[in-house]
């Protein structure tokens, strides 16, 4: 089954590129913290117990939160994060940012903007260099509405593709699935964002095995 859905389904697509800008901007960073810093010498690990702020001045990022763990060019963690960027707003419980490999893991995350409702996973992975997004456990979506187990995020392509039980709507537009090798592609393009049930092999091919990492 195939159908085309109005402009604002495509703000489902921003937010899930929010996650993977937000965390591709980590680069160098300034540090503001509450209280002490604690900084093991021997392994250069520096800890916020009370946590603080990391700001990036150059891309306009901001991640707030009570506690904060990192050391230069290796990692962030965080929890209860914070972030800002322009008007986007993107949460999560627990953060692990690692600069080799360019990977983010992130547990209970929520994103939102002005420009589109939130959507929000019990945990997600952002593989930056590979332009890959992988969301799983109760992923919910208000515009659209979207309930799933699991779904991953070509940004380069513009596809999102959901595996295992799902619903969609969007207005009077409603699909579903039941079994756990459910499909369900969305392709945003040109302001508009095609859902189907039919997945191309080869889409199948080049994002299924992404789901595993997660």
């Known amino acids: 089954m195939k159908g085309v859905f109005p402009p604002r389904t495509v703000g489902l697509f921003l937010a899930l590129t929010a996650t993977l800008l937000l965390g591709a901007r980590f680069a160098a960073f300034s540090v503001e913290a509450n209280g002490d810093q604690q900084v093991d010498l021997a392994t250069g690990v520096t800890t916020l117990p009370r946590g603080g702020t990391l700001t990036d001045n150059q891309n306009g990022l901001r991640l707030v939160a009570p506690y904060i763990q990192y050391k230069d060019g290796e990692f962030i963690r965080a929890r209860q994060a914070q972030f800002s960027t322009g008007e986007t707003r993107f949460t999560a419980l627990e953060l692990d940012y690692q600069f080799k ?114």
């Open 101 to 214: 490999g360019e990977t983010v893991r992130l547990k209970g995350l929520t994103v939102s903007s002005p420009d589109f409702s939130s959507i929000s996973a019990q945990e997600g992975l952002a593989l930056l260099g590979e332009d890959r997004l992988v969301l799983s456990g109760n992923i919910r979506s208000q515009a659209p509405q979207l309930k799933a187990g699991k779904m991953v995020v070509d940004t380069q392509s513009r596809q999102a593709l959901v595996i295992g039980a799902y619903t969609f709507q969007d207005g009077a537009n409603r699909l579903s699935g039941n079994r756990p090798d459910s499909l369900l592609l969305l392709s945003f393009q040109g302001g508009k964002t095609q859902v189907t049930t039919r997945v191309p092999p080869e889409v199948l091919a080049r994002l299924r095995p992404y789901a595993d990492k997660l």
